[in-house]
């Protein structure tokens, strides 16, 4: 639970008022584990929606095109996740 609770703006433009962040979350992606504090938000579109901060520690590289993303893992392993 936050001290003091944040206001956070969505895309639609709503304002949502957060009380709680869930600290040090183990995210598996492709067998690897990485970490991340996640904040429950009541938006039904996406599963996860990762900040410029984490991608950055993760050294994350995107292809759009191609539907192709690849981390560094906490061991320094290369990951790739290929999307639908």
């Known amino acids: 639970m936050l001290e003091r609770g944040i206001v956070v703006s969505t895309s639609l433009g709503e304002s949502v008022d957060i009380k709680y962040v869930c600290t040090r979350c183990v995210v598996p992606v492709r067998g690897e584990t990485m970490r991340i504090n996640l904040i429950p938000l009541k938006i ?27 981390f560094l893992g906490d061991d320094g392993k290369e990951v790739t996740y290929r999307g639908k």
Not at 44 to 70: A, H, N, P
């Open 44 to 70: 039904y579109d996406f599963d996860i929606i990762l900040e410029m901060d984490w991608l950055s520690v993760y050294r994350s590289l995107m292809d759009c095109f191609i539907k192709v993303m690849t």
